[in-house]
């Protein structure tokens, strides 16, 4: 019984993942493109629980459904209104070309791992029950990883100064604006 | 392991990431093109949390883990560019963007 409501949990969340997947490349108003991304990364997230990665999906909740997704609609907001559809304008052969190469990324990917790993996916290692728990993952960052926090925190940081470079506003648009404004 | 094994985990981090491209590539704003990133970033990230599931090792997580603040660092940068083109009044349209020059 166990077995079932996880089978039938998991292919809900499958199905919510690509679904949503879809309806981000092909709604128009990126409003509501964003917003169906939040709904794939929630659905996500229960995949990963269902993997047993419990940090993992309370973290992609946390900052990618929370942080990155609200950063992400205020600046679609900021932009105003700005629909573009998928297939609008431009000639179609480049369109038909773009899904003929993503099919062909998907039927090398899946050759790729079949050939690699075919016979090997069945027989999952027994896990105990704190895998992927925050005090498992915490004492990998500090022990094992500790180099790759610390490189984590420097890339954020240069990102967070290269946002602020890009987001001020230089003088000669200052200017720009002023001579504008004067009749 | 209760419910599917993890080659079920792989099929569904494969057509993500192929729908993920087929955004980047089909789509001329550049807010959906990071949106598809996304989209590809969060497929790969299934993968390494299936496979460390597949191989009872964390590493995998961490890895994961270190990939979404890269990604919270592409977005920064990303949507700091799309402010800065939007401010400089030019068309928010990936195929005129040619030059990377002010």
Same mark, same amino acid.
């Given at each position: 019984? +166990? ?8 292919? #809900? ?8 997947? @879809? ?23 229960? @995949?990963? #629980? ?13 900052? =990618? ?10 600046? $679609?907001? =900021? ?10 304008? /431009? ?5 038909? /070309? ?7 990324? #998907? ?24 895998? /992927?728990?925050?005090?498992? $993952? +915490? ?11 610390? $490189? ?32 | 392991?209760? *419910? ?6 792989? %099929? ?10 087929? *955004? ?6 550049? !807010?959906? %093109? ?6 590809? !970033? ?19 997580? %961490?890895?994961?883990?270190? &990939? ?6 592409? &977005? &920064?940068?990303?949507? *700091?560019?799309? %402010? ?17 020059? *002010?």
């Amino acid at each position: 019984m +166990g077995d079932f409501l996880v089978w039938v949990v998991w292919i #809900l969340a499958a199905a919510g993942c690509l679904g949503s997947a @879809l309806a981000v490349i092909s709604f128009t108003n990126p409003f509501f493109s964003a917003l169906a991304l939040i709904g794939n990364l929630g659905s996500l997230a229960v @995949l990963f #629980l269902l993997a047993s990665a419990e940090f993992v999906a309370a973290a992609q909740v946390l900052v =990618y459904a929370g942080a990155v997704m609200v950063m992400f609609l205020f600046v $679609i907001a =900021y932009l105003g209104d700005r629909t573009e559809g998928p297939v609008t304008g /431009g000639p179609s052969w480049v369109s038909l /070309g773009a899904l003929v190469v993503a099919a062909a990324l #998907l039927v090398e990917i899946v050759v790729v791992i079949g050939l690699a790993a075919g016979d090997g996916l069945a027989d999952e290692a027994k896990v105990e029950r704190s895998f /992927g728990s925050p005090s498992e $993952i +915490g004492r990998l960052f500090l022990t094992d990883h500790l180099l790759a926090f610390e $490189i984590t925190s420097i890339v954020l940081l240069v990102a967070a100064v290269g946002g602020v470079v890009l987001g001020t506003r230089s003088r000669a648009e200052d200017e720009e604006e002023l001579a504008r404004a004067r009749p | 392991m209760q *419910g599917p094994d993890i080659s079920w985990y792989l %099929v569904v981090s494969a057509i993500m990431f192929a729908i993920g491209a087929a *955004g980047v590539l089909l789509r001329r704003s550049p !807010l959906i %093109v990071l949106l598809s990133l996304e989209i590809m !970033l969060n497929a790969a990230n299934l993968s390494l949390i299936a496979f460390a599931r597949l191989h009872g090792d964390q590493d995998g997580q %961490v890895f994961a883990l270190a &990939v979404m603040a890269v990604a919270a660092a592409e &977005v &920064v940068v990303g949507l *700091g560019l799309i %402010v800065a083109i939007a401010r400089r009044r030019l068309d928010l349209d990936v195929d005129r963007l040619r030059v990377l020059r *002010g």
